[in-house]
Each structure stands twice: as C-alpha cells, then as structure tokens.
C-alpha cells in the first residue's frame, strides 16, 4: 500500500492550510460572536460562515468529498482524507468548504441513489451550498444502533406516502437553512429484516412536520445548526420523493455510513492534530515549580503518547480510505469499523491531555479543545456506538477461523 500524497493532494494541502491560517481559524470567535449577537440563535446564520465559504469557492476550496463524481473534485478518499483532516482543525472548518455532515452524507446519497429529477431540485443547491439538509433516522422510544427496530412508518396511499413517527439527534435541522430531510422509516413490518425500510425525501415545510426542541450536547446547542427532535404526523409527500425504491432503506444507509464514518474520522485526526500543536506551544509557555510545563516529564509523556495515537490512527485510516477506493466499501467494512473506534477514541485521549495541560483555560470558551471534546466524544456514538463496530470486527475475525474450529 502506498500512501504517499499525490500532486494534488499536496497543492490543496498547502492551499486549504494557508485559508485556515488566514480566514478560518482567526474567525471562530467571530463566529460565535455573531451567533450569540441576536435574540433567536436560530432564525439567522452568522454572516461570516457565508463569507468564508464564497472566499472558499473563489480558490476552488469546495465540495473536495465525493470521490469518482462529476459533481466533485475528482478525488479518491485516499486523496480526500489528509484534506478532510486539515478542515476537522476548526468547530467551523467542514462548513466553509461545503464537506460538513449532514449534508455530505446527504449529497453522496442523492448522487448514488436519487434520479434526475431529485438532483435537480436537491442535490444541485446543495452542491452550491445554498441551503442545507439533515437525516432523520434515530428514534427516542427505539436503541436506533440496530437500524431494523426503527418504528416510523412509510405507507403508500395512491400517489402518496403518508409519514409517521418521532426522531431525534436529526443534526441541522434546527438551521433556517435546512430546507430537506430524508427520513427512513418503515414501509413493510412483514418483509424480510433488511428489506423492512425505506428512505424518502421531506421538505420540512411539509404539514405535519414539526419540530418540537433542540438537543444540546454537553451543553452546546450548536446553533444555529443545531441536533432537533422532530414529529412526523400523517406527512404527505409524492411517491416520485422516495429514494431508490421500496425496502431500498437499509442498503441505502450501509451505503451512506461507510463514507460518513471515514469523514469523522478524517476530521478528529485534524482536531487531535491541533490539540496536540496547542498543548506543545502552551506548555513552553508556561511555568511551574521553578521550571517550564515542557520540562515535567509526565508532560513529555502526554506529548509523546499523542504522537503515537496520533500517527496510528491516521496510518489505520489512509488504509481504509485506500481499500475503499481499491476494493469498495464492502470489502472495506471491517476497517472503517476499526477506525470508527479508534479514531473517536483517540481524539478524546489526546484532546484530553491538552486540556489537562492547558489547565482551567482548556475548558472555557477561550479555546476550541472543550467543544472538540464535547464533539469527539458524540461520534462513540454517531453512526453506530463503538460496541456495535467491535461486535462486527470480531464476528469477521471469528469467521475467518470458524472451518478451523469446527475441524478439531
């Protein structure tokens, strides 16, 4: 395997580097100024956010994450993963550059699976980030990490499904840009386990759909983007918005979390990244006890052990990135679950560190590491918890010795 970056990974690598440097990173606070600048955080988009994504587009910094298609940049995720990196160093960096989640998850789908006539209307304005998009599929009443006990129904009534059902942790949809969910629910109770669901796209000014609140996250309501539980009562939306066709829904989601996943991780190799440039600049700082913070050796350690965390997970997820272009997602799959667990996991240890040695200041407002934190310990969770990856990563290694077992 060779991982070594190509040519024009290396120029966008030096050009998204030097956008951060100069737009991105001196403009989190501004953004969060703007945000907490009005009465509703959730009627009004801070104007910074769209000034950065046009300067984003002007230097052709835009829509980098789907790979082998006409609508993006033509990159592998191989090529893709060290610049989703470079954006996961800021809260604010993925939006700029139109490749933050939902959306990209959201586009993906639409450019596998919608027709024509759905791109047209969905996936085009999408692309050009004027308006957003959020996912409803985890229930309240239901453990949503097995996808098959999903209760919301998808019902045909002549030319139109008729939807019902509540979600929750539907990322983005409190944004007064979200303008289309879509929303996997139930179409057949008596079809087999995985042909059971199906997906359908729902414009949120649909009657009958309503928000009922705002999650917040350790405390972050992540305004105006925002985590809402949603309501779904008797929805009508034409059966041309179903995606892919009937049972399709489980396929279609297997489809959607492999890239997603390997985004996440993409992205918390960046914020672990940062934290740990931060945590070395703060400790040559700062003194205690007669001598810098970089001269403790158990300060060297969390350096060093960071280091290492780091470098693994990035090693694991350039191969996973790899085997999904060469050998697709399926093949795939025991290593974007590896990654899954390890990348969340390893983030929150080297973030941790940093904090630690930032002290009182590393869980304020003052610095990105608590809200990193906040973020990278929701993704044990999104996207399938880390027991549901590990339970699939032994069952593969068990069945590749199972013949072997059974002939002692």
Known sequence: MDFSYSQKTIELQKKLTAFMKEFVYPNEKNYEEQVNAVTDRWAKVPEIIEQLKEKAREQGLWNLFLPESEYGAGLTNQEYAPLCEIMGRSPIGPEVFNCSAPDTGNMEVLVRYGTESQKKQWLEPLLDGKIRSCFAMTEPEVASSDATNIQSSIIRDGDEYVLNGRKWWTSGAGDPRCKIAIFMGKNDPDAPRYEQQSMILVPLDTPGVKIERVLSVFGYDHAP?????????????????????????????????????????????????????????????????????????????????SRIDIEQARLLTLKAAYMMDTVGNKEAKTEIAMIKVVAPNMALRVIDRSIQAFGGAGVSGDFTLAAQWASSRTLRLADGPDEVHRNQIARLELAKYAAQGKGK
Do not use: Y
């Open 225 to 305: 983007h925002g985590h809402a539980e949603i309501t779904f009562d008797n929805v009508r939306v034409p059966v041309k918005n179903i995606l892919w066709g009937e049972g399709k829904g489980f396929a279609i989601a297997q489809g959607r979390l492999g890239p997603g996943r390997i985004h996440h991780c993409m992205r918390l190799i960046g914020a672990a990244e940062r934290a740990l440039e931060q945590m070395c600049v703060r400790v040559q700082e700062r003194t205690a006890f007669g001598k810098s913070l970089a001269e403790q050796g158990v300060v060297k350690e969390w350096i060093a052990e």
